[in-house]
């Protein structure tokens, strides 16, 4: 049964700073997906990573995809307070559109 | 225009009543979904429908029962509904099993 589990569950992080959320997940998978969840809302698409190695990048936030290691990554670079969210990764392990989500990261950036 | 719009936004119910929660996509997309998010925020799918097809059924009790009109709709329907049901319900649309693209969740309180 494929698992996904995210780390750290919660951030708290100041203004300015580097952080780095994990997302492993246990067996192979073709796609992967980072989304964003602000509080009482839907889920916002942020990121689509295809393929080993893949690397996107939107403002801040960078995304990388090691498919060998099972592991993803989501880089935020001098957050800023509308960074506050909460992140999720998602596994979509045999392009059945069935995603397999971690907990969620929620962060909280403070001024 | 909203991509996926789902009514109501907020249900509140006694245990036992029976509930219907409807779901619309204007994207063109093949599938919908629907995902429970629970009070940790965790997200599960439930159901998935391809072209008015159910493909996917998670262990999901009888007691919820998905319908698809047609492409561009599915809905859900609760019956004799239970405290444990009360959650967040989410519906999903992608196309070819890519990128999903959710809808603003319906919050569900049985009491």
């Known amino acids: 049964e494929l698992k996904v589990e995210q780390n750290p569950l919660f951030l708290s992080m100041q203004e300015g700073k580097n952080y780095t959320i994990y997302c492993n997940y246990s067996t192979t998978s073709d796609r992967l997906y980072w989304y964003r969840q602000d509080p009482g809302k839907s889920l916002e698409s942020l990121f689509v990573?295809?393929?080993?190695?893949a690397v996107k990048q939107e403002g801040r936030l960078m995304a990388s995809l090691d498919t060998k290691a099972r592991l993803s990554t989501l880089h935020i670079t001098a957050a800023v307070h509308d960074l506050s969210a909460t992140y999720f990764c998602?596994?979509?392990?045999?392009?059945?559109?069935?995603?397999?989500f971690g907990q969620g990261t929620t962060l909280q950036v403070k001024p | 225009d909203t991509a996926v719009s789902q009514t109501p936004k907020y249900l509140v119910t006694q245990m036992g009543n029976d509930k219907s929660i409807k779901c619309e996509q204007n994207?063109?997309?093949?599938?919908m979904y629907w995902y429970k998010q629970d009070s940790k925020k965790f997200l599960k799918i439930m159901f998935s429908?391809?072209?008015?097809?159910?493909?996917i059924n998670e262990t999901v009790p009888n007691r919820f029962s998905p319908k698809s009109p047609d492409k561009a709709h599915l809905n859900l329907h609760i019956n004799s509904l239970e405290l444990g049901d009360s959650a967040v319900y989410f519906c999903?649309?992608?196309?070819?099993?890519?990128?999903?693209?959710f809808g603003q969740g319906t919050r569900l309180t049985v009491v």
């Open positions: 990573l295809l393929s080993n190695g």
């Open positions: 999903a649309s992608s196309q070819d099993s890519a990128e999903a693209f």
């Open positions: 998602a596994v979509d392990r045999s392009n059945t559109g069935k995603l397999i």
């Open positions: 429908y391809n072209n008015k097809e159910l493909i």
């Open positions: 994207l063109g997309h093949d599938t």
